[in-house]
């Protein structure tokens, strides 16, 4: 008396309304990757490109906000920084976030 019959949903799920509905899906995945995921990754690049490239002599600024100058590459993640005269701090590479002047590389026949 209170049941009702309960029918079947017909099996069209690989039709033309799945497409639409996974569409929106597709969409917002492509927006937030270029948006998003693609700038973050070049700025990571930059980055590390940046930080590789450091050496004896170059005004950098932490992430601290010490700015100081490279005394001495101690190894490939770690730097010695002068903050003032006779003030030498080790920091680590990754912690570097500008570099504010690059200086002129060593003559080797000099």
């Known amino acids: 008396m ?8 017909s099996a069209g799920a690989a039709g033309p309304g799945f497409l639409i509905q996974i569409l929106p899906f597709v969409a917002i995945f492509a927006i937030m990757y270029f948006l998003i995921i693609r700038p973050q ?8 490109e940046m930080v590789s490239n450091l050496r004896r002599g170059d005004t950098i600024v932490t992430t601290g906000g010490l700015i100081g100058k490279v005394s001495k590459v101690v190894d490939d993640s770690e730097l010695q920084v002068e903050l003032s005269e006779g003030v030498k701090v080790r920091v680590v590479r990754s912690m570097v976030q500008e570099v504010r002047s690059k200086s002129e590389p060593a003559k080797e026949n000099a």
């Open 2 to 9: 209170f049941i009702t019959p309960a029918y079947a949903q």
């Open 41 to 48: 990754r070049q700025r990571m690049k930059q980055h590390q």
